[in-house]
């Protein structure tokens, strides 16, 4: 069966960075995209940027180009989100989600919060 | 435009049909993908490729699209369908995917 696991809830300052890992099992990583999408608190799903896991290429949503970075770890089967210069509106849950023209399934979530 | 358009709520009687729309240029050329979301969880899909479903999807739940709208349908709506419906394409350059701004569905 396939799951994709988060790693856990982070606290960060303004300013800061995080990067958020998402753990695949149950099929053969490098043969799917990974997808990142985040919801902040009581609002809908926004996109965030996808990785080919076979090559690394990547794609950004133009709001985050710049403060975004995914990248991925083969032999760990496993992605990574670094949201750089936090601010207080980045607070929100991250997705990471497997697929191309349909995310499935989707990891359980990860909650930033970025306060002073 | 690459913005998708969802009517923020809807409701539906118990065991009644409802539809809940997205609307956007970039449906012209493409169908879009449906999610559900539960207060606490993570999406589900439940329609993909028009109207496909996942295993473990009822088959109450159906996909259409005419134009630069597509539905999802809920025939025999029950309780436990309530919850945000979200619809999803690429946008109108192909590389990138937009999230309509969901519908909030209560099953009364």
């Known amino acids: 069966q396939v799951h994709l696991v988060q790693s856990g809830a982070e606290v960060e300052n303004p300013g800061a960075s995080v990067k958020v890992s998402c753990q695949a099992s149950g099929y053969t990583f490098t043969t799917y995209p990974l997808q990142w999408v985040r919801q902040a608190p009581g609002q809908g799903l926004e996109w965030m940027g996808w990785?080919?896991?076979?090559?690394?290429?990547?794609k950004y949503s133009q709001k985050f180009q710049g403060r975004v970075t995914i990248t991925r770890d083969t032999s760990a089967n496993t992605a990574y989100l670094t949201l750089s210069r936090l601010k207080s509106e980045d607070t929100a849950v991250y997705y990471c989600a497997r697929g191309n023209d349909w995310f499935d399934p989707w990891g359980q979530g990860t909650l930033v919060i970025v306060s002073s | 435009s690459s913005e998708l358009t969802q009517d923020p709520s809807v409701s539906v009687a118990l065991g009644q049909t409802v539809r809940i729309t997205c609307q956007g240029d970039?449906?012209?050329?493409?169908?879009p993908t449906w999610y559900q979301q539960k207060p606490g969880q993570a999406p589900l899909l439940v329609i993909y490729n028009k109207n496909d479903r996942p295993s473990g999807i009822p088959d109450r739940f159906s996909g259409s699209s005419s134009g630069d709208t597509a539905s999802l349908t809920i025939t025999g709506a029950q309780a436990e369908d309530e919850g945000d419906y979200y619809c999803?394409?690429?946008?109108?350059?192909?590389?990138?995917?937009?999230f309509g701004g969901g519908t909030k569905l209560t099953v009364l």
């Open positions: 999803n394409s690429r946008d109108t350059s192909g590389n990138q995917w937009v």
């Open positions: 970039t449906l012209k050329n493409s169908h």
């Open positions: 990785i080919n896991a076979a090559n690394g290429n990547t």
